[in-house]
DNA sequence: AGCCCATTCTTGAAACTTCAACAAACACTG
DNA sequence: CAGTGTTTGTTGAAGTTTCAAGAATGGGCT
């Protein structure tokens, strides 16, 4: 925490603009797609993100870690996601063979049903959020500048630290 | 949700690395500012937006309608907020004079100095996951694709669908 | 083998959000 | 003014997320 503020520099008034514009368009997306995915496949965003994780998946299946990894949650997160995921009978665990500390989180044929059945529906909300509404060249620009902000926030992906090459 | 599939505009492969880039960044960001925040204001993000929003607010007070839609968060979840910001004491509420139904939010001085202390922080990790990595063409780009998003998102803001013109 | 530390995943409690239902005050209409 | 519908804000319950702690296995080192 910086507790002297002589030097902090403040955002100025176009950056202010733009952060609360940022703000706000995540969170109305978020809200939207939340309500959307709640009332159509009867799971939050972020579940149904976890379902298409996995259906994309060798398998369908994949280590907790990993599954956690590429959605970019907690692994708590993800433990209580997925307990309520495979009460609902869309997914469910099996031991990992090689590491016996490891599960596999799979799609069941239930899980993979709905994804299938509300994945149109998804699509076309996102489509209608953001694709229909931005130029090509805004496209690319948001893809370039989402990469780089979360580049940014990656703590150290892989490789990215070697200890022996400090 | 849509139940045939022949016609659905699926996402094409650049479509989808935006959007996966998309969901990326904001979800590493509003993890890593909730983690800030939470250490050093002892308060989630949106709670600390609502602070934000009070300090601007003439007489650093505000009707809870008004805050909760410029904050775009439901009035309930605001209801729910302000009785624990009221806890901490940064927050306390008044009953509105003109409309015996109202109830102005009001930032304490505890709020005040909360919000002073916590913000040259807050702001230097906005900077730095933001601003500090785009070009200045990409903060402008950003601002324009997050209003046109917003906006996009907006339930008809003040206005906008007038029944007396349909 | 034995020891040590890292990794994997889960758990329970506390905090937060959502949803539906509700009371109270307002505002319009006849 | 009574009737009717709307707006304001809250509430409790159910669902979700966070956090700290912990059990179990893995992997390296001596």
Chains 1, 2 share one sequence.
């Not at 579940?47 to 060798?58: D, F, K, N, R, T």
């Not at 044929?109 to 953001?130: C, F």
Request: glycine share 4%; proline share 4%.
């Amino acid at each position: 925490m910086k507790t002297h503020d002589e030097d902090t520099r403040w955002l100025n008034d176009e950056e202010q603009r733009t952060w609360r514009a940022y703000l706000h368009a995540t969170m109305l997306l978020e809200d939207h797609l939340d309500r959307q995915l709640q009332r159509d496949a009867k799971m939050p965003h972020v579940y149904y993100g976890l379902l298409v994780q996995l259906s994309q998946a060798p398998r369908r299946r994949m280590r907790m870690t990993e599954l956690a990894r590429n959605a970019k949650i907690t692994r708590s997160r993800l433990s209580h996601a997925v307990a309520r995921l495979e009460q609902h009978g869309w997914v469910r665990r099996e031991d990992c063979p090689s590491d016996k500390r490891g599960q596999n989180a799979i799609l069941t044929d239930a899980g993979y049903k709905v994804l299938k059945e509300s994945a149109p529906g998804h699509v076309a909300a996102v489509r209608q959020a953001i694709f229909d509404r931005l130029s090509t060249e805004q496209q690319k620009s948001l893809g370039e500048i989402m990469r780089i902000i979360a580049e940014g926030l990656q703590p150290n992906e892989a490789g990215a630290d070697l200890p022996w090459l400090r």
